[in-house]
């Protein structure tokens, strides 16, 4: 298994330009995770999603939309590039974060600057 | 809501020493509580959780965590740290249900 995978690793854009940043997973699972980490700040969620179809915001989601259209997949879209949008995102999936399964499995991040 | 702090950005400490990462947190309802680790240029990896019973909860690597709810504390520790357990460590805590709120992180540097 690839477990979660994440695409571009790196990548610069200018203010106003717009990108997707891409995440599968390949281990059938229904949630999905955006997060993004910031020096001295830790992650703050952006988006999540509990299953195909199914989308909602988390902590910082101004600037950002998603889909879900398959279990696999789960684009981050950004519209209009803002110097605060730079930072690391990090795509994570689990199968049921319930009591007893609460593990997340993140993908290797994507590293963003906007200038 | 839920809330994490790690009271320190930064741990120095020389190989074979002892070290503690120190994380509290705040909630009004019961929580489970996690450490995740950050390897260099890598996604973050669970490290250990406490989710109910037993309030010391070991990882395979030899880092341990115990819960003290009087305390609101979940403190991780190793009794003797090798260079390759420099990296970020990152206290987590939820409710049980999708959302879980990261503290800021404790990058634990061990030198030789």
């Known amino acids: 298994n690839a477990g979660v995978t994440q695409t571009p690793k790196f990548r610069i854009l200018k203010i106003g330009q717009s990108m997707t940043l891409q995440c599968t997973q390949d281990?059938?699972?229904?949630?999905m995770y955006w997060y993004r980490q910031d020096p001295g700040m830790g992650l703050k969620l952006i988006y999540y999603?509990?299953?195909?179809?199914?989308?909602d915001k988390g902590e910082v989601p101004n600037g950002y939309n998603v889909s879900r259209s398959t279990t696999e997949d789960f684009p981050l879209r950004l519209e209009l590039a803002a110097p605060s949008q730079t930072s690391v995102y990090f795509c994570a999936s689990s199968y049921n974060p319930g009591r007893s399964n609460e593990k997340l499995f993140f993908g290797s991040g994507t590293q963003l600057s906007v200038l | 809501a839920q809330s994490v702090t790690q009271l320190d950005s930064q741990v120095p400490v020389f190989e074979e020493a002892p070290v503690e990462l120190r994380c509290n947190y705040s909630s009004s309802v019961s929580v489970y509580l996690f450490w995740y680790v950050q390897y260099p240029n890598q996604g973050l990896q669970l490290l250990l959780k406490?989710?109910?019973?037993?309030?010391l909860v070991e990882s395979i690597n030899g880092f341990e965590a115990e819960f003290n709810k009087s305390q609101t504390s979940f403190h991780l520790r190793k009794p003797s740290v090798h260079i390759s357990d420099t990296a970020e460590y990152f206290c987590a805590v939820s409710t049980g249900f999708q959302k879980l709120v990261f503290g800021t992180g404790t990058r634990l540097l061990v030198s030789p």
């Open positions: 281990m059938n699972h229904n949630y």
């Open positions: 406490y989710l109910s019973g037993s309030t």
């Open positions: 999603s509990v299953g195909a179809g199914i989308t």
